[in-house]
């Protein structure tokens, strides 16, 4: 009888999702000397690894795919005659370039990395209503940003400077859109959708379900 083995002292596998018996198969593969008969062989891996994965048979390029993780599991060892060309090692182990993620600190955090791109828009657009209306509603978000921040009250006169900070000067609020919508309609629609504090402390009484008494 064999000895027990456990998986921490066996061959690590290279693709965990095919198996410990299809490692094992690609491995007699590989010590097979004869090419014809390797050939057999990997057309017959190839075969099991497309039952396996059904539901990916009609994806594009399905068995090119199956031909990679064969020469994947085989560690770049495999010599057969693929329909495909064999990826190279190199190739597949090379790290990617690091993102370059965006590193803003603006000034007034509380109004965060959205607004500063909604205002570059708004310095791309051609003068007219539309613009307008941008920059009022880009102005109404940075009164609710702030309110996040300070929740007591803002002074417009605060936001029209910080939208002049932002924009350089360039977008101005013009006076028959004036004012911002106040702040207690800002709380109030903050406070309807959920986000702000309840109007008062009161906790509306749980419904009795069952009023029959149990015996």
């Known amino acids: 009888m064999e000895a027990l083995q456990y998986n921490s002292e066996r061959k690590p596998l290279i693709i965990p999702e095919y198996g410990r018996h299809m490692h094992i198969m690609v491995d007699q593969m590989l010590a097979t ?3 014809e008969e390797r050939n057999k062989k990997a057309k017959a891996i190839i075969g099991v690894m497309g039952n396996l994965n059904p539901h990916l048979r009609d994806v594009p ?28 090692k190199e190739v597949f182990e090379k790290r990617p370039e690091p993102l370059a993620y965006p590193q803003n600190f603006p000034k007034y955090r509380f109004y965060g990395n959205n607004i500063k791109s909604m205002i ?16 009022f509603n880009i102005a109404n978000h940075m009164k609710k940003c702030f309110l996040n921040w300070n929740k007591d009250t803002v002074d417009d006169q605060v936001i029209f ?8 000067g360039k977008l101005k609020l013009k006076e028959d859109s ?36 149990r015996y």
């Open 61 to 88: 390029d399905f068995q090119h795919k199956l031909w990679d993780q064969l020469f994947i599991m085989s560690n770049f060892e495999l010599d057969v005659d693929s329909p495909y060309e064999q990826p190279e």
């Open 161 to 168: 400077k910080h939208l002049d900070e932002f924009s350089g």
């Open 33 to 35: 000397p004869e090419r």
């Open 178 to 213: 004036l004012p911002l919508t106040s702040t207690q309609d800002l709380l109030r629609m903050k406070s309807k959708n959920g986000n702000g504090p309840k109007s008062n402390g009161a906790v509306k009484p749980r419904k009795n379900r069952n009023n029959r008494k």
């Open 120 to 135: 570059d828009v708004a310095l791309g657009w051609e003068e007219g209503q539309m613009k307008d209306a941008l920059v």
